[in-house]
């Protein structure tokens, strides 16, 4: 299957500083990425949709000035958590698809922890 | 109502046990249906995709009932690498997830 990557794997910060996750398809063009949020025990829930070169599609409840999404080209997409408190401490996964494809493929994820 | 249900588990099997887990989606105009593994602080893995005829993959067969809104995962014969969360994803635009089931094989 495809490869999607994320950087970092994981990051521990300090309360109000921003963290900036990379999600990068590896060997394909990724038309659509997703962002997801997942708590402990929790499944994952879509935070984002992002088309390449447009502005991304939030799900109700996920404040887009606090959740900065840019998906400058058709392998990269970041998400950057501005001011981040304790409880946005989770497992944030990207996922990628091509516009060839039906199927999603998903990063690793990325773990943050705000102190 | 959740878009995805499915069991809450947690499922205890022993080694060989036959386990079924259920799913009821919301949206009649879903498109394509999937199970989806996820082990603990791992990212979602593709298990395998869900057709209308019903599907078989080695020891996991899958069924899908349209007219019911209903998806299930059959495991035959677990082994204790089976254990992990099953989660079941339904696509529309994009991809929607069950809360998962939690399968626990025992020796």
């Known amino acids: 299957g495809a490869v999607v990557s994320q950087h970092p794997s994981w990051v521990i910060c300090k309360s109000g500083t921003s963290v900036k996750i990379e999600c990068r398809s590896l060997d394909f063009q990724a038309t659509t990425m997703f962002w997801y949020r997942q708590f402990p025990k929790q499944s994952l829930m879509l935070m984002a949709t992002s088309n390449e070169g447009s502005k991304a599609t939030y799900e109700q409840g996920v404040e887009k000035d606090k959740f900065l999404i840019n998906h400058a080209s058709l392998t990269l997409s970041t998400l950057t958590v501005t001011s981040a408190h304790p409880e946005d401490s989770s497992f944030y996964i990207c996922?990628?698809?091509?516009?060839?494809?039906?199927?999603?493929?998903f990063g690793p994820g990325t773990r943050l922890t705000v102190l | 109502r959740k878009e995805v249900e499915q069991d809450p588990g947690p499922f205890n099997v022993p080694e060989g046990a036959t386990v079924a887990f259920n799913c009821t989606y919301s949206?009649?105009?879903?498109?394509?249906f999937f199970w989806y593994r996820q082990d603990c602080r791992k990212e979602p893995k593709l298990l395998m995709s869900v057709y209308s005829s019903g599907n078989e993959d080695g020891r996991f067969t899958a069924q899908l009932n349209r007219a019911s809104q209903y998806i299930s995962l059959l495991i035959r014969d677990s082994k204790l690498s089976d254990s992990a969360t099953y989660l079941c994803v339904v696509n529309i635009d994009d991809m929607r997830f069950g809360a998962g089931t939690r399968l626990t094989v025992k020796p």
């Open positions: 949206n009649s105009a879903s498109q394509s």
């Open positions: 996922s990628a698809r091509s516009g060839t494809y039906n199927e999603q493929f």
